[in-house]
């Protein structure tokens, strides 16, 4: 059974960094994409990034575009969204999730979800 947990969450201040890490375990297929999500407070689950299980893809959504970069480390079974200049509006539990091929977008897509780790951005 395919395992997902989310770390890395944490206060930070506006314009501040943070990495939130996504462990996963019990894949047992080759194709694949992690995308992570966020729902912040009163809103909808967002995409906001995405990558296939070779790092060779990787999409992001407008409002994080040039702010977050996405990465995969195959050996340890972990993809890191690494966040920067992050604003308060970027305040959300982020969620990492798992589909058979391609990334996308539609949280439906997605068979198995991490818990969440909560990011909050002070202004």
């Known amino acids: 059974e395919v395992q997902l947990v989310d770390s890395g969450g944490g206060l930070v201040q506006a314009g501040g960094s943070l990495r939130v890490s996504c462990a996963a375990s019990?894949?047992?297929?080759?194709?694949?994409?992690i995308g992570w999500f966020r729902r912040a407070p009163g809103k909808e689950r967002e995409g906001v990034s995405c990558?296939?299980?070779?790092?060779?893809?990787?999409t992001y959504a407008d409002s994080v575009k040039g702010r977050f970069t996405i990465s995969i480390d195959n050996a340890k079974n972990t993809v890191y969204l690494q966040v920067t200049s992050l604003k308060p509006e970027d305040t959300a539990v982020y969620y990492c999730?798992?589909?058979?091929?391609?990334?996308?977008?539609?949280?439906?897509?997605?068979?198995?979800w991490g818990q969440g780790t909560q990011v909050t951005v002070s202004s």
């Open positions: 999730a798992h589909r058979r091929g391609s990334c996308s977008y539609h949280s439906i897509d997605y068979d198995y």
């Open positions: 019990g894949f047992t297929f080759d194709i694949f994409a």
């Open positions: 990558i296939n299980d070779s790092g060779m893809s990787t």
